[in-house]
């Protein structure tokens, strides 16, 4: 065993309940850990029919962002799987999971991709500050119940900045066309609630 598995194990030993944990603590964050990610679509959602054309452009960059880190966590899992504390006979576990690869965490993922792609356009955006508080809620909450380890989170974030500097140059270039492209769409197929003024063409 690696020095730096050790390190993992032992911090997630320390931030993991018992059997002695209150039951309050465990239904927090087990919402936490299985619906505050449903507030993510709803920050893109908000940040594309109520801002401007380029608050639009950075919610689409973020989905492309989070779409990339997501293929390439599933690759890493086929690649290089490590397994979940409770696959290891390890802490203990208070929401179901199913018995896959934990690194790098999804959840973790999308939350760090909206989060970092909104805070490196703007570092006061509230949407990216909330985005990425959000997901240190998530990302304590799923080692605090038992399914994933302290590095699956650093992971998630580490692929998420790789995917963020690899689309950077790339979304210099095509980025304006497919926000417009995408604009294009949905004009088309919410005209209606955009005449009545409920959302922004």
């Not at 919402?31 to 950075?58: D, F, G």
């Not at 390890?90 to 939350?111: E, K, M, R, Y």
Request: charged share 10%; with cysteine; hydrophobic share 60%.
């Amino acid at each position: 065993m690696t020095t730096l598995e050790i390190f993992n194990q032992v911090v997630f030993l320390r931030l993991n309940a018992d059997l002695t944990t209150a039951v309050w603590k465990l239904n927090l964050a087990a919402a936490m850990a299985e619906y505050l990610i449903y507030l993510i679509p709803l920050i893109l959602v908000s940040l594309w029919c109520w801002s401007n054309e380029s608050q639009r452009a950075l919610a689409l960059k973020a989905c492309v962002v989070a779409l990339v880190a997501l293929g390439i966590n599933q690759f890493l899992s086929i690649v290089w799987p490590h397994p979940r504390p409770f696959m290891m006979g390890l802490g203990h576990t208070f929401i179901p999971h199913a018995a896959d690869s934990s690194f790098p965490s999804d959840h973790v993922t999308i939350f760090a991709a909206v989060g970092l792609t909104l805070l490196f356009a703007n570092i006061r955006s509230v949407a990216g500050w909330a985005s990425f508080l959000l997901g240190i809620c998530v990302a304590w909450a799923r080692i605090f119940l038992g399914v994933h380890f302290p590095l699956d989170m650093l992971g998630a974030v580490a692929v998420v900045g790789v995917v963020w500097l690899g689309i950077r140059p790339v979304w210099r270039r095509i980025g304006g066309g497919l926000t417009a492209q995408v604009a294009a769409i949905y004009c088309a197929l919410l005209a209606r609630p955009i005449a009545l003024g409920w959302i922004r063409s």
